[in-house]
């Protein structure tokens, strides 16, 4: 009991240094480039189903918050999810993490100031994504929930929501566009600013999800939006005062695309348009229930943000190497997760399998490219068995040259 209270007040006080520590960021409003802002388009398949549950499993055995949170939020889920229309795609722990941070940001706890500060600078390198965010399942299934739950811009963007901030410093440059850097609840109620110290954020978004049905209450006039992190806004003065209008201007951006299966941080924040991929993607028209959504405007019709080749992914990862997770504040030892090793950004832009080999007489399933198979990496064991036999050739030439003479 001694052991289980000392490890709680240890993980409390690593919250509360870190609310400390990036307190000055928290109140700059500006692109956000150090938040991770990775939006799995073309490899989420693959990491639902290979990666994520596995990464859940040993993310709450070590950081019992974590573990509290999500039980909890699957418990609310349970009792809530028929009550709800939603998309096929949808699985129960996109439904989960959805739960956990609205309630936690509704009430905000603990967990929701250090999962918010954490997602904030998690993406300042993808090292730092793999070896210090403690939180990489949570944000999977929450950034899915959200991609899956949209509605399209001219559905979302009439309707204006708010939020209070403390204060921010804007520095969104010469564009004056800005990322919130973290997900962000906002309100079609307008609150008054508490004091001087708090500053009223008018909000028009494109990609925020209307999430008031997935709360207890049984009815509610009020709406309430979860923008994701990385939607870009245009940012303006709202009259003379501090007050900010915030305006969307259809599109997302980042910096990381699969980091976890090897891609590195870009330079600049690519862009992601919105109502352009439904448009052209005939495939994101699909994933709707049939005839389950018409008519019920009230609740949501399911986007799937995916990309063409995610069916024709393959599963094997030849080259994936064992490396052991530091143990972090509140957290726990355990068994090392297998993170697939650093492939280059053309390795994660192509979807597409290798052409098959040859027949033989026992083929094997053709693995995804990797490391050892794409032309950019060849791998040397590779080639050393055709030099082997170039220079067993040359010299059984040369032997014979020298008995004929």
Known sequence: MKTGHFEMVTMLLSAMILMDIFQVKANTLDMADNAFDDEYQKCSDRMEIKYIPQLLKEEKASHQLLKDVWENAKAKWEARKTQLFLPMSFKDNHGIALMAYINEAQEQTPFYQLFNEAVKVAGQSRKDYIYSFQFKALHFYLTKALQLLRRPCEDSYKNVVYSTSQAPSFTGGGLNQARFGHFT???????????????????????????????????????????????????SQDGAGNNLILLSTNK??????????????????????????????????????????????????????????????????????????????????????????????????????????????????????????????SSGKMLLPLFETFVMLISASTINLFVAL
């Open 185 to 235: 609840l906002a309100y079609s109620a307008k609150p008054q600013a508490a004091d001087d110290q708090h500053i009223l954020l008018t909000i028009r978004s494109c990609f925020g999800v209307a999430i008031e049905k997935f709360f207890d209450k049984e009815s509610t006039s009020e709406r309430i939006v979860l923008i994701p992190l990385n939607e870009v806004f245009h940012v």
């Open 252 to 377: 997302t951006c980042s910096h990381h695309e699969c980091a976890f299966l090897g891609g590195l941080k870009t330079a600049n924040c690519v862009e992601n348009m919105g109502d352009t991929m439904w448009e052209t993607n005939e495939g994101l028209k699909r994933m709707c229930l049939k005839g389950s959504l018409e008519g019920q405007n009230d609740y949501f019709q399911p986007i799937h943000v995916s990309s063409p080749g995610d069916k024709n992914q393959k599963l094997e990862d030849p080259g994936v190497k064992s490396q052991e997770s530091p143990v972090l504040p509140g957290m726990k030892s355990h068994e090392p997760i297998q993170i697939p090793e650093y492939k280059s950004q053309e390795d994660i832009n192509s979807l597409t399998p290798a052409p098959a080999p040859a027949p033989a007489p026992a083929p094997a399933a053709v693995p995804v490219p990797s490391p050892k198979t794409h032309p950019s990496a």
